[in-house]
């Protein structure tokens, strides 16, 4: 019995994000491969510079492929770019494994850094041009719970090695690991179907057409919904074309793509000032502050990762229903909050107080921290700037804001080490306070963007208002729109016509007043 459509749709998505698995794997296993003795004798007891070099070359690396990645899937497209990033990533994990200094491990960690930038950035991107318009949010939040899984896997291996083995298979065992989920991507990507916006793109109608009947329709290339769709993607297609052939033209010519680029940036910044990145890479420093060993930090992390998988879940069941403003308000709210309590109880017991109760809830304020990033803010930067933008704009567009993300995290784990160092527990308070700012500006200037077809949001743009409180701005059901796409109504950017017969439909998005 062939699958529903969503369901094929979804497992399509699921597979392509199996990519992600690496990444989190990548930023959860260096905690426990740093501590490594033979590691740190292999490469010449680094310092606390040198260590935040070996965490930070695989973000400068991400940050690296971003600047051409985008050109790379608009030009040879999504798969095949996906296929390139798994070789690269091999490639430099290979290395990892393999290394002999820590020239190797700079080397490596950047090259797999290149391979974890081109699938962090690609795999949302191919989700959102496949999905639905009712499940966009679940697609493209996968990458994020696949990640979940990544860090939980390298937290239960990362512990078991760090006490169940010894010399250099402690460490290089782990590192070897990261290259699984790799493979059987690299393999089989190109089976999946390609994206029917990409090959719209480039004049491959009748193809876009075939690969949207089998994403959405068993292959019905004749379905009403099918139909819609494909002229709704023509005809916007078209109007781009029409518009500028130079996608930086629009990114940064048109303000309505400028406003969207700045919010997509500013997500991705506001991540790394949630102090999300603090937790992940120097979870034995900030333990030991508060007299937490590292041995005891290892296995609480792998209950941390425990808890993060639960949030990606609780995000991929809610996002589509509750949309993204609303959560990821809220959730940069909560995650301050959480940094305040534990600022205080870290201030006031320090490990030198020798205080069980007090160690216990500042490990409960992290995982609380863990719980409501993971189901509110992580999943959401990565799903909220991928379908912001139109087909000419988006991967370009995308590869930057990515960016933000790569640059600000290397800053993250660059800045810590010496910050720990010279200010210790006064350096949370950063984290605090950017919790709280980051939810005011996003309350101010984020729009909602919950099940507009990606054909439609140039036109939802260019009328909603900067400041969004207050401004009334209508977002209609996203099955509803699914159902008026099955009856023929095309909504394209603001001016433009097409027709389904005899009926033509003009393209606005509503607002109440």
């Known amino acids: 019995m062939a699958l529903p459509p969503k369901v094929y749709t979804w497992l399509c998505g699921l597979f392509a994000a199996l990519g992600s698995v690496t ?8 905690a426990s491969v740093l501590p490594s003795e033979d590691f740190l004798e292999t490469t010449g007891h680094p310092d606390a510079t040198a260590q935040g070099l070996i965490v930070g070359c695989l973000l400068l690396g991400a940050f690296a492929s971003n600047v051409y990645v985008g050109s790379l899937a608009d030009m040879i497209g999504r798969r095949a770019s996906i296929l390139a990033g798994c070789v690269v990533f091999l490639l430099g994990g290979s290395i990892q494994a393999g290394a ?15 391979g974890i930038g081109m699938l962090a950035m690609l795999a949302p991107l191919y989700q ?53 989920p790799a493979i059987p991507l690299a393999f089989f990507i190109l089976l999946l179907p390609e994206s029917p916006r990409y090959l719209a793109m480039k004049g491959r109608d009748e193809e876009a057409l075939r690969v949207l009947a089998r994403l959405h329709a068993h292959g019905d290339v004749h379905d009403p919904f099918v139909v819609s769709e494909h002229k709704e993607i023509l005809a916007q297609v078209k109007i781009e074309q029409q518009e500028t052939r130079d996608a930086w033209s629009q990114l940064f010519g048109s303000k309505s793509n400028f406003r969207r680029l700045l919010l997509g940036v500013a997500i991705q910044f506001s991540i790394q000032m949630t102090g999300v990145s603090v937790i992940q890479y120097y979870s034995p420093l900030i333990f030991q502050s508060i007299g937490i060993d590292t041995s005891t930090t290892l296995g609480l992390q792998a209950g941390n990762s425990v808890i993060a998988l639960i949030g990606e879940a609780l995000c991929i069941w809610y996002i589509d229903r509750l949309g993204r403003r609303g959560p990821f308000i809220w959730g940069n709210a909560l995650s301050g909050f959480t940094f305040v309590i534990g600022t205080i109880i870290i201030a006031i017991f320090p490990a030198s107080t020798n205080n069980h109760n007090a160690s216990r809830a500042f490990v409960a304020m992290t995982w609380l921290f863990n719980l409501v990033f993971s189901s509110c803010l992580g999943p959401l930067s990565w799903a909220i700037p991928v379908e912001m933008f139109n087909s000419a704009t988006r991967a370009k567009a995308t590869a930057m804001t990515s960016s933000a993300a790569w640059i600000s995290n290397f800053m993250i784990a660059q800045v810590s080490p010496p910050a720990f160092g010279s200010v210790g527990w006064k350096y949370y308070i950063v984290f605090a306070i950017c919790g709280f700012s980051n939810a005011l500006f996003f309350w101010a200037f984020l729009p909602e963007t919950r099940g507009i077809p990606l054909e439609e949001l140039d036109a939802y743009f260019e009328t909603v208002p900067i400041f969004i409180p207050g401004s009334g701005v209508y977002v209609p059901d996203a099955t509803t729109r699914e159902e008026e796409l099955r009856q023929g109504k095309i909504m394209v950017s603001e001016g433009a016509e097409s027709d389904i017969g005899d009926e033509k439909e003009k393209g606005t998005i509503e607002h109440v007043a």
């Open 100 to 114: 002999q200094n820590i020239h190797y491990m700079y080397g490596g960690r950047f090259l797999a850094g290149m």
């Open 23 to 30: 990444f989190g794997y990548d930023l959860g296993i260096i």
């Open 128 to 180: 959102a041009e496949i999905a639905h318009p009712s499940i966009r949010g679940r697609l493209t939040t996968l990458q994020q719970f696949m990640l979940g899984i990544g860090a939980l896997i390298a937290s239960f291996i990362g512990y078991g090695s760090y006490h169940g083995l010894g010399g250099q298979a402690q460490w290089r065992l782990p590192l070897a690991i990261q290259l699984t």
